[in-house]
């Protein structure tokens, strides 16, 4: 029985390791299996250097048609799983072809990648960066071993940073107006606002703020859209009187939040919303969504 | 008549220009036409940056399944022709999919992008990169569009340059010392050196001196190499005697010559060397060949 796991064994080894792996930044990620694993970090435009060691199992000679190391990056939609979409394809061959006896290591690198696009991990979508290490043979079928790495982007703070101040309401009935200190937010901000009650004639229970992602993916003709709520957060819990002000402080930083991405590669956006929701004695819900701009700043992954 | 012509034609007009195309320099290249065309060039880690212009013919409307550009690093060898290698492939989306009724201008951009290889057009075996527009369509074919365009990289002069210096000769017969300034060479630079006669004993008629490519490709048992004399130059006409120096001073400038380039993604290597050659009454050739480096130097013009 030993035998036949073993021939099914690959013929060696693969390893593949970053020249600053030891003190590169990393951070989690969620494999598809649920377990999370740490993975090194990058960003846009960093060189990408590494080693490369390839091991036969046992003294065991390996014979192969070349080596080569590939940068990818990828785009994954869920009704197309398995199907990656490259947007980016960087190839450097490491060996030609021929036979590997013993322990062997190639250096690599790709400089300056540009890398314009976060990984993202959503509910229908995901984009992911891979180092793919290929020893091509002929009849045994090539030996592939992956190695995944992040990539995150950085934007200054805006220059304009306008707030969100809106009356809304039903005529006669009820009118608020609230106001959100920004309309731009970091991952690690706090939003911070009050909703101010000019006119209550309905009974209100109680009031929530909540933080929505909206996904969206186009495949081919077909727009779909997944909407998540993220963080619900009570304001208020009983009736409210009129004149009265609620303030509005919400931390970000307890949420996985991602940056707003607009239109990556024409395959999906994701945007992020407030919605301000209020339930009356009868559980009718009042909303108001009003959408938000979240931005990754420097030194925010320590 | 016309109309079946009019059924073949593409409905569409795609035009791929450069944001700084009119001031970036041109280069010529050479097509598998054989015709001279004049391109844009570029250098690694720059950014490369235009628009394409989609324009439908006669106010047709052209549905698609979305419209992107592609910048492209390829290698094709010619025993494998027709068949693109791709080592760099960077992807911009440009239309979701819909349907153009009127003109229409998408820009692009691809920032600072690591072009690593220069672009080479050698006999076996060819280096491009090329910009594609893709315009896909659902029963069609699609229609694609390519803008070539040149890449060049540029080396600083190196810190050691040694000069080659060698004692060559058939022993009681003949005994040459050639000698050349320097072991590596920008495009445009000059080659000095001498020839001194130690002992002659055979009758030369004449001497030359011969720069010569070699091309290789493939690897291993399937490694092919190619190799062309791309300047003869003669040195010497007539008999030399013991004790005499002849100069040379050979200018590179006039020659098609491309960078050393060493192993290119595993795929192909062109080397130069010096050829010495010497002949004698007999016809007879003795020749020494002598590796040099070529590089290109930034021009500041």
Not at chain 1, 127 to 139: I, M
Not at chain 2, 28 to 53: C, D, H
Request: charged share 25%.
């Amino acid at each position: 029985m030993n035998f036949l796991i073993e021939a099914f064994k690959p013929a060696c080894s693969i390893s593949i390791k970053f020249s600053d792996g030891k003190t590169r930044k990393r951070v989690p990620i969620k494999r598809e299996n649920g377990q999370t694993l740490l993975a090194p970090l990058f960003r846009n435009q960093e060189n990408i250097a590494g080693k490369i060691t390839i091991e036969p199992h046992q003294g065991k000679r390996i014979e192969h048609n070349g080596v080569k190391v590939e940068l990818l990056g990828q785009i994954e939609m869920y009704l197309d799983r398995g199907n990656f979409y490259d947007f980016t394809s960087l190839v450097r061959e490491l060996d030609v072809p021929g036979d590997i006896y013993e322990r062997t290591t190639y250096p690599f690198e790709f400089s300056m990648v540009e890398m314009p696009y976060e990984t993202y991990n959503g509910v229908n979508v995901r984009l992911r960066y891979v180092l793919k290490v290929t020893v091509s043979r002929n009849y045994g079928g090539s030996i592939i071993e992956y190695l995944n790495f992040l990539v995150h982007n950085y934007s200054p703070p805006p220059s304009i940073n306008t707030s969100i101040k809106m009356e809304v309401g039903i005529e006669d009935c009820l009118h608020i107006e609230f106001e959100y200190n920004k309309s731009k937010y970091h991952l690690k901000d706090v939003i911070i606002g009050k909703i101010f009650f000019f006119l209550v004639k309905i009974k209100i229970k109680n009031m929530d703020i909540e933080i929505r992602r909206r996904e969206s993916t186009v495949t081919g003709a077909t727009n779909h859209v997944e909407t998540e709520t993220l963080a619900k957060f009570e304001l208020m819990d009983g009736a409210p009187v009129r004149g009265e002000s609620i303030p509005v402080r919400l931390f970000l930083s307890p949420y996985e939040l991602t940056p707003t991405h607009r239109n990556i590669n024409n395959k999906f956006s994701v945007k992020y919303y407030l919605n301000l929701v209020l339930v009356d004695e009868e559980g009718l819900r009042y909303f108001k969504q009003q959408q938000i701009t979240i931005y990754r700043l420097p030194l925010q992954d320590t | 008549m016309n109309y079946l012509v009019g059924a073949f034609k593409l409905p569409c007009n795609i035009f791929i220009s450069f944001a700084d195309g009119r001031i970036r320099k041109q280069v010529p290249l050479k097509k598998e036409n054989g015709k001279t065309v004049m391109v844009a060039l570029f250098q690694s880690q720059e950014s490369i940056v235009g628009e394409v212009v989609i324009e439908p013919v006669h106010r047709k409307k052209v549905e698609h399944n979305g419209v992107k550009i592609v910048l492209l690093g390829q290698i094709e060898l010619y025993f494998d022709r027709g068949n693109f290698y791709d080592f760099t492939s960077l992807v911009r989306e440009l239309d979701i999919p819909g349907e153009l009724y009127e003109r229409k201008t998408y820009p692009f951009e691809f920032s600072t992008v690591e072009m690593l290889y220069e672009s080479y057009n050698g006999v076996n075996v060819r280096l491009r990169y090329i910009l594609k527009v893709t315009i896909s369509r659902d029963y069609v074919s699609n229609i694609v569009e390519y803008q070539e365009f040149v890449v060049h990289n540029y080396t600083p002069p190196p810190s050691i340059n040694n000069s080659i210096k060698m004692e060559v000769g058939i022993e009681d017969c003949l005994h040459i010392e050639f000698e050349y300034s320097k072991s590596k060479y920008h495009l445009k630079d000059v080659i000095i050196g001498k020839i001194y006669f130690l002992l002659v004993r055979i009758k030369l008629k004449n001497m030359e001196l011969e720069i010569r490519r070699r091309e290789s490709t493939g690897s291993g048992p399937n490694t092919h190499v190619e190799t062309e004399t791309f300047a003869k130059f003669e040195l010497m006409d007539g008999a030399s005697v013991r004790g005499e120096s002849i100069p040379i001073r050979l200018f590179l400038s006039p020659y098609e010559l491309t960078p050393t380039y060493q192993n290119i993604n595993n795929k192909f290597s062109v080397k130069y060397y010096l050829n010495l050659v010497l002949v004698d009454e007999e016809d007879r050739r003795y020749f020494k060949q002598q590796e040099i480096t070529m590089y290109r130097l930034l021009e500041t013009s």
